[in-house]
């Protein structure tokens, strides 16, 4: 493993938040594809303009059923072992002991860190972002049938910014379905066209935040007024699709998901990719880093 050290200037805040009483919109000072599309790239002309405007791309039977079934497997066997065993990369519902999500899976699970490397994947994600990449964050989220809580809206960009100290928006997900995923069992929700605005949350940042914030979040929480101006402008959109489809969205792309009141579960293998040109740098909340299993600041 190679690793990079933590830089320790910060570099201008181009977008602060959580530094003051009012919320704010502002607007997205990086680009949203970084290559230039052409006859070779991983993505058609048409799915590359989708992904810049709309900032989301949903990619259906990405991957084939003998592929999900295995990793359907290992995701049951970690459920099974985390059920009991307690770990600082694990976490739990709100208010319960069920596993919420178990992180840095590409990072300590051979099967799921072969998955990150996956060279379809990599290809898009190198194509995206203008540059090699590595993964920022991993884990599998669990919506267990019935009792499987919500995510409430966010940009993921607004937290890696104020609390890991990402620099830019030079960074995507990738959510991977592991069961099929409908309009009943708490689907993800986005915004179109979201991330090119980015909103500035209010409230001051607590430590360790990330130890509450992580089952529930109360902070980097955004305001009704943007959310409706970001509805109004964009319109809601969920898309749901058989299990081995994939979705990527932008970095600052407005997201979140109901609770699953359904009998059926709902379980996702989630993974950031980080240009290597984007590096973490201090957070600029002025606070100290977030654990790696949370916040990578290595190239593995």
Same mark, same amino acid.
């Given at each position: 493993m190679q &690793? @990079?050290?933590? #830089? &320790?200037? @910060? &570099?201008?805040?181009?977008?602060? =938040?959580r530094v003051k009483q009012e919320a704010a919109l502002l607007k997205r000072l990086d680009p949203v594809v970084y290559s230039a599309w052409a006859a070779g790239s991983p993505l058609t002309k048409e799915q590359s303009d989708s992904y810049e405007?709309?900032? !989301?791309?949903?990619?259906? $039977?990405?991957?084939s059923p003998d592929e999900v079934r295995d990793w359907k497997a290992e995701l049951k066997r970690l459920q099974q072992r985390y059920s009991e065993q307690e770990a600082e990369h694990v976490i739990r519902e709100p208010g319960g002991k069920e596993v919420r999500s178990i992180f840095a899976?590409?990072? +300590? +699970?051979?099967?799921f860190r072969e998955l990150s490397l996956h060279p379809r994947l990599t290809a898009i994600m190198e194509y995206l972002l203008g540059s090699k990449t590595y993964i920022h964050q991993s884990r599998i989220n669990f919506k267990p049938g019935f009792t499987g809580k919500e995510f409430y809206w966010h940009s993921d960009f607004e937290t890696w910014h104020v609390e890991d100290g990402m620099p830019s928006m030079r960074a995507l997900s990738c959510s991977i379905a592991l069961e099929d995923n409908t309009p009943h069992n708490g689907p993800l929700m986005v915004m179109p066209g979201s991330h090119r605005k980015f909103v500035s949350c209010v409230g001051q940042t607590p430590e360790n935040h990330f130890k509450d914030s992580l089952r529930k979040q109360e902070y980097g929480v955004p305001d009704q007024d943007s959310l409706t101006f970001l509805a109004q402008e964009g319109g809601i959109v969920m898309p749901v699709g058989k299990a081995g489809s994939v979705l990527l969205f932008d970095c600052n792309v407005m997201h979140g998901s109901s609770s699953n009141? =359904?009998? !059926?579960?709902?379980? $996702?293998?989630? #993974?950031? !990719? $980080? =240009?290597?040109? $984007?590096?973490?740098?201090?957070?600029y909340s002025g606070q100290k880093p977030r654990p790696a299993y949370i916040a990578s600041r290595s190239e593995q």
């Open positions: &690793t @990079k050290p933590v #830089m &320790t200037s @910060k &570099t201008a805040d181009r977008y602060p =938040s405007r709309d900032g !989301y791309l949903f990619l259906e $039977n990405f991957f899976v590409h990072d +300590n +699970n051979p099967v009141i =359904s009998p !059926y579960p709902r379980s $996702n293998v989630f #993974m950031v !990719y $980080n =240009s290597v040109d $984007n590096r973490l740098v201090q957070p």
